[in-house]
């Protein structure tokens, strides 16, 4: 028997991978786990990224509410997991505050659905998201 998972079944479960390793991140500030792999739930999310937008495309589920879902959802997960950044003992709590609401600000252009060809020499999804990982690691001025 074969499972009938829509493309967005496959974007809800990458939203949920991020949100439960964000939460594991948060709950867990101080423990080395969750960061040795983060590269590994990065990787899946992007892999299942991939998966729903080829999903959609191959199986006639492509739709208004499908992409409106797949960009929000990445915003939310992006926020998921770089936001529990915050609680590291030793990083700048707000350059991970401004960091994530700088994405967010930066996907706007995805989320409104206003496309433009300045859009279009943005960096790639994958190349966006793991951009402010080493930024996190700023240690402030006052540590």
């Given at each position: 028997m074969r499972?009938?998972?829509?493309?967005?079944?496959?974007?809800?479960?990458?939203?949920?991978?991020?949100?439960?390793?964000?939460?594991?991140?948060?709950?867990m500030?101080?423990?080395?786990?969750?960061?040795?792999?983060?590269?590994?739930?990065l990787?899946?999310?992007?892999?299942?990224?991939?998966?729903?937008?080829m999903?959609?495309?191959?199986?006639?589920?492509?739709?208004?509410?499908?992409a409106?879902?797949?960009?929000?959802s990445?915003?939310?997960?992006?926020?998921?997991l770089?936001?529990?950044?915050?609680?590291?003992?030793?990083?700048?709590a707000?350059?991970?505050?401004?960091?994530?609401?700088?994405?967010?600000?930066g996907?706007w252009?995805?989320?409104?659905?206003h496309w433009?060809?300045?859009h279009?020499?943005?960096?790639?999804?994958?190349?966006?998201?793991?951009a402010?990982l080493?930024?996190?690691?700023?240690?402030?001025?006052?540590?």
């Amino acid at each position: 028997m074969r499972a009938k998972l829509s493309a967005n079944d496959v974007t809800l479960g990458a939203l949920l991978l991020s949100a439960a390793h964000g939460a594991w991140l948060a709950l867990m500030p101080g423990s080395a786990w969750p960061l040795l792999l983060l590269p590994v739930t990065l990787f899946v999310r992007m892999a299942m990224n991939a998966i729903d937008g080829m999903m959609a495309k191959e199986h006639g589920q492509a739709s208004a509410a499908g992409a409106v879902l797949n960009e929000l959802s990445d915003v939310i997960a992006d926020a998921a997991l770089y936001l529990p950044f915050a609680l590291i003992p030793g990083v700048n709590a707000p350059l991970v505050v401004l960091v994530v609401v700088a994405g967010v600000i930066g996907e706007w252009p995805a989320l409104s659905g206003h496309w433009s060809k300045r859009h279009a020499a943005m960096p790639v999804r994958s190349a966006r998201a793991i951009a402010p990982l080493p930024l996190a690691y700023s240690r402030s001025c006052s540590a």
